[in-house]
């Protein structure tokens, strides 16, 4: 028994020796000193020896187990400390290395012309109102004076999701919801997706753009129409654009216009641009129909208001001589990247 224990020390010895991380050290634990250990299992065969026997190997084997767990203990140690300076190593950060280059991304034109025009009728105290892309019929047509048989209502014209619902055709919805919520003064913009069943070609898109607004109060006259969105138009086309408006009809208005800006192209004098005239049309407007205020409860003989609507990728193509609406959509890096 005595070569025995010697054995076993040797080799534990040994293993130790080797041992190269932390998980072997504690495997070895467990192999010599663990319940069911090699030391452990000698110890344990000491109650069938004679006691002089038992007093001499015994000695022998708590000696051995002693030693053994003096060198697992400093073996797991040393192991310890060589983990801890290999995580430091290995987090280590060199503060002299050059920085990684990060590029800029630049917003998409639409998103930008949303904010500029935005930005322009908030600095005239216009607040920003949202309202949803899937859009009651009540609010798109009916509660906008829309006649029954108007052919905007068309199937063929508006994406119906059921009989009552559809995708909005236009941001006027937006003005229902806002007659509906608030109380005069109203003075309100509403950029937002409108979808209609157009084929995809160089001026037409499914989905597109607008910006609504609207401003109810007393005196509201088509005065402050014009001079609005004159304005606007200057600030947002540059000081010495040239505006014209020329009367319409919308179902929601009375009376109502479009305002058309001097070709900025040519002058006036025409060109491909605008198509010859010298003018070109960028939105609609209108002094708000009497019959839509109702339905807000406003008092029609207290209150006037304006409203209009205009098209964000139409006044995006015009500013930055866009040909083909479709490359808004495209996300072509190339295309988008320019409007830096
Ligand atoms: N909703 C119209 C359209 O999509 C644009 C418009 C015209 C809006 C006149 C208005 C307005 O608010 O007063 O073509």
Known sequence: MEAKIKAILEEAKEKIERASSLTDAEELRVAFLGKKGKITSILKSMGSLSPEERKILGKAANQARNEV???????????????????LAAEKVDVTEPGKKFKIGVKHPIERTIEEISDIFQSMGYSIAEGPQVESVFNAFDALNSPEDHPSRDKTDTFYITENMVLRPHTSSVQIRTLLAQEPPIKVISPGR???????????????????????????????????????????????TRTKFRPHHFPFTEPSAEM???????????????????????????????????????????????AFGMGIERVAMLKYGIDDIRLFYENDMRFIQQFK
């Open 194 to 240: 409108c979808f209609r069943c157009d084929t995809p070609d160089a001026t037409h898109s499914p989905m597109f753009h607008q910006i609504e607004g609207i401003i109810v109060d007393q005196g509201i006259t088509m005065a402050d129409l014009k001079g609005t969105l004159d304005s606007m138009a200057k600030e947002y086309f540059g000081s010495d």
């Open 260 to 306: 058309d800006v001097l070709c900025f192209k040519c002058g006036g004098k025409g060109c491909r641009i605008c198509k010859g005239s010298g003018w070109i049309e960028i939105l609609g407007c209108g002094m708000v129909h009497p019959k839509v205020l109702e339905v807000g409860d406003i008092d029609t003989e207290k209150y006037t208001g304006f």
């Open 69 to 87: 767990e003096e060198l697992i203990g400093s073996k797991i140690e040393e192991m310890k400390e060589l983990k801890k300076k290999m995580t």
